[in-house]
């Protein structure tokens, strides 16, 4: 997979509490991912940019949300989740980086 590919596929890491709680506790990481990025193109993502095994992929549509601003009234796009489980043994590091 090429490296544009990969970086329009996965935007960003979801670096909250609850997330590194889960990363502690069962070696889950998540993501924002493009709205048209499938499982597998997630999983070949997160294995070619951190080198890792991936063991399974959840992704979820979270709806955008309703917001004023005065009178005017706006919307926030819709946005990708992806739950990445990895194998036994496997860690991503973001302090480092991978390019």
């Known amino acids: 997979?090429?490296?544009?590919?990969?970086?329009?596929t996965l935007v960003r890491p979801i670096?909250?509490?609850r997330s590194t709680l889960l990363r502690d506790k069962h070696n889950q990481y998540f993501f924002v991912a493009d709205l048209g990025a499938t499982k597998t193109g997630i999983k070949k993502a997160v294995?070619?940019?951190?080198?890792?095994?991936?063991?399974?992929?959840?992704?979820?549509?979270?709806?955008?949300?309703?917001?004023?601003?005065?009178?005017?009234?706006?919307?926030?796009?819709?946005?990708?989740?992806?739950?990445?489980?990895?194998?036994?043994?496997q860690k991503i590091d973001f302090t480092q980086e991978t390019v």
Do not use: C, H, N
């Open 47 to 89: 294995e070619d940019l951190f080198k890792v095994k991936v063991a399974s992929v959840r992704t979820m549509i979270v709806p955008g949300k309703t917001r004023r601003l005065g009178r005017s009234e706006g919307r926030r796009a819709d946005w990708k989740k992806a739950v990445v489980t990895l194998a036994e043994g």
């Open 15 to 17: 670096l909250t509490e």
């Open 1 to 8: 997979m090429s490296e544009i590919k990969i970086y329009q």
